[in-house]
């Protein structure tokens, strides 16, 4: 089982980021996705779930209305599209997959908002 997280790197105020999450050795399209961040000092946190087949997603209020989750099924890929990025975001990013009682976690990417 893998989930190995990209995308992440160095941005602006302001600016946007696209994490990706690509999964394989379990049966991805079966699984809810979520995306975790964790900032130093800080307990890890729910950014933004979606649900196996995509149709319902939920966000944390830090993330409403700047953060899209979505998922490719096809792809066994989830995705979190980041805009208007925050110093505050800035943290390592975990991918997260889960059914019932199982649960995969990524090794984590890191977003860094500065100027």
């Known amino acids: 089982v893998q989930l190995v997280e990209s995308g992440g790197g160095l941005v602006q105020p302001g600016g946007s980021l696209r994490l990706s999450c690509a999964a394989s050795g379990f049966s991805f399209s079966s699984y809810a996705m979520s995306w975790y961040r964790q900032a130093p000092g800080k307990e890890r946190e729910l950014v933004a779930a979606?649900?196996?087949?995509?149709?319902?997603?939920n966000y944390a209020d830090s993330a409403k209305g700047r953060f899209t989750i979505s998922r490719n099924n096809a792809k066994n890929t989830v995705y979190l599209q980041m805009n208007s990025l925050k110093p505050e975001d800035t943290a390592v990013y975990f991918c997260?997959?889960?059914?019932?009682?199982?649960?995969?976690w990524g090794q984590g990417t890191q977003v860094t908002v500065s100027s």
């Open positions: 997260n997959g889960k059914r019932v009682k199982t649960i995969y």
């Open positions: 979606i649900s196996s087949a995509g149709v319902t997603t």
